[in-house]
């Protein structure tokens, strides 16, 4: 059976959401998008904060520990270890902060990894950086790629759970254990995981992050990180607030007059995902990303990439001389939003940049024949 015989609509799922049908919607790993029930939920929140600002924040820790113990319940996590933050971003830079690491130690990255997270780690520790060929053909193969970068001063590992440019698993439970026995630290971006992967904490890492925003269908600007026991004493708020003396998780979450209604509505994206049957959500996303690779695939010059199995976004090589800069591939960008209106993501590699599809249940066949039309006249 192939992709094309098992892509369709989702039924109901356009109706959830308030995107702007003239565009195709291909780039949901970017940003993510809100679906409407959630919305509403926040808009009461905001309504509430408005109505009696003084009720409303300090009131704040208590539901956002309420709503934190709904998210914890979904991924069958302890809600002490859980704390929510804005974004990876933020989440990554708690986690390498509190990472144990000594003068002379380095934290290993990879070459795909989400430049700001590598960014986080930069700062607190020289890197070393493990290069995966985006043409690796399978799990373990990434695997043996990590483990041989390591070094003797290496103590801390920063990889991405679902690579965002190549839409590949790295940091699988395999790989965890092997770092674990060779005392290293992890440190896991789940960007992607939290909503596309039925257990996204799978392998238990040190320090795991991932945004509620996207997959899981929260307000943006809603994530979380989970903390081994270990080392949650050394997390510690990047902004002091009163809630300090609580320590990790309510240290983190507070930052005083912030917007806390994305973080509280949070919850209820998850419940919808339970109640659209997130194992059926998750084929369906699955079998749409797959339906635009291989039509994509079929245009000259287009080469897929090892995709992991049941992963919502997949990635296509484009052809020598194309997107191999970041200049290039923004620019291809912009031309497929602005003139033909279809977002996708479009990322720079030496000898020939890549672009990445995703699959969601607003989205339709339609959509991706459109943007295999369109693109031959680029290729």
């Not at 408005?50 to 998210?71: G, I, M, Y």
């Not at 001063?153 to 770092?179: C, G, N, Q």
């Not at 945004?211 to 994530?223: C, D, F, Q, R, V």
Request: net charge negative; with cysteine; glycine share 8%.
């Amino acid at each position: 059976m192939t992709a094309s015989t098992t892509a369709g609509e989702f039924p109901g799922g356009p109706g959830l959401f308030r995107l702007t049908p003239e565009v195709a919607h291909l780039n949901h790993g970017s940003y993510g998008a809100v679906p409407v029930p959630v919305q509403e939920v926040q808009a009461a929140y905001q309504r509430e904060a408005h109505a009696d600002p003084d009720a409303f924040f300090l009131a704040v820790p208590d539901r956002l520990a309420a709503a934190r113990t709904r998210v914890a319940e979904h991924l069958a996590e302890d809600p002490g270890g859980l704390a929510f933050v804005s974004n990876a971003t933020e989440a990554a830079n708690l986690a390498v902060n509190a990472a144990p690491l000594f003068p002379g130690d380095e934290i290993l990255v990879t070459d795909h990894g989400y430049g700001t997270v590598v960014a986080a780690a930069a700062r607190r520790a020289p890197l070393v950086t493990a290069r995966l060929d985006p043409d690796l053909a399978d799990e373990d193969a990434v695997r043996e790629a990590v483990l041989a970068a390591l070094t003797p001063r290496t103590k801390v590992a920063v990889l991405d759970h679902i690579s965002s440019p190549t839409a590949r698993i790295i940091a699988s439970p395999e790989l965890l254990a092997d770092l674990a026995d060779r005392g290293i630290t992890t440190v896991v971006d789940g960007a992607h995981a939290l909503g596309m992967l039925a257990d996204p904490l799978a392998g238990r890492a040190d320090f795991w992050f991932g945004n509620l925003h996207k997959w899981g269908y929260g307000p943006h600007g809603s994530a979380v990180l989970a903390v081994a026991p270990a080392h949650r004493s050394r997390v510690q708020p990047l902004v002091p607030s009163w809630e300090d003396r609580h320590g990790f998780p309510r240290a983190v979450e507070f930052r005083a007059t912030a917007d806390y209604t994305g973080r509280l509505a949070a919850p209820e994206g998850l419940d919808l995902l339970a109640r659209l049957d997130a194992a059926k959500v998750r084929a369906h996303n699955a079998a749409l990303a797959a339906y635009g690779a291989e039509l994509l695939a079929g245009l000259p010059g287009l080469r897929p990439l090892p995709h992991s199995p049941g992963v919502a976004m997949r990635s296509l090589r484009l052809p020598p001389g194309t997107a191999e800069t970041r200049e290039q591939a923004v620019a291809l960008r912009e031309e497929l939003a602005t003139r033909h209106r279809i977002r996708v993501l479009v990322w720079p590699w030496p000898g020939g940049g890549g672009i990445r599809v995703c699959g969601q249940i607003y989205n339709r066949p339609e959509e991706y024949e459109r943007l295999a039309a369109v693109l031959r006249a680029y290729v």
